[in-house]
């Protein structure tokens, strides 16, 4: 059974830092993109991070040289480590699974989803 599980969430102040936790089961991740997803209330989900073998890593725009995706291969495990954090990183931050980058990066309906865990930035 195919399961991703997020943990690591919280709340923080401005600047401080957390690291998100994606422990996958039921397949093996580096045989495929992985991913961390946020959605703000009320807005839509979008991509943050991914990383898929023969295809590098892409980081939204917004998060780039704060945040960094990686992956621990002998735990099946995929990281998101947010340093920096800024209010506008308020949000539930989900862990997806999807066959290659560019799919991931279209938010394919088909990717599989944790259930989500939530980050909130705030003094």
């Known amino acids: 059974q195919v399961q991703l599980v997020e943990s690591g969430g919280g709340w923080v102040q401005p600047g401080e830092s957390l690291r998100l936790s994606c422990a996958a089961s039921?397949?093996?991740?580096?045989?495929?993109?992985m991913g961390w997803f946020r959605q703000a209330t009320g807005k839509q989900r979008n991509l943050v991070a991914a990383v898929a073998s023969g295809d590098g890593i892409h980081y939204a725009d917004s998060v780039k040289g704060r945040f960094t995706i990686s992956i621990d291969n002998a735990e099946n495990t995929v990281y998101l480590q947010m340093d920096s954090l800024k209010p506008e990183d308020t949000a539930v931050y989900y862990c997806?699974?999807?066959?290659?980058?560019?799919?991931?990066?279209?938010?394919?309906?088909?990717?599989?989803w944790g259930q989500g865990t939530q980050v909130t930035v705030s003094s």
């Open positions: 039921g397949f093996t991740v580096r045989f495929y993109a």
């Open positions: 997806a699974r999807g066959p290659n980058q560019a799919y991931m990066l279209r938010n394919g309906p088909n990717l599989y």
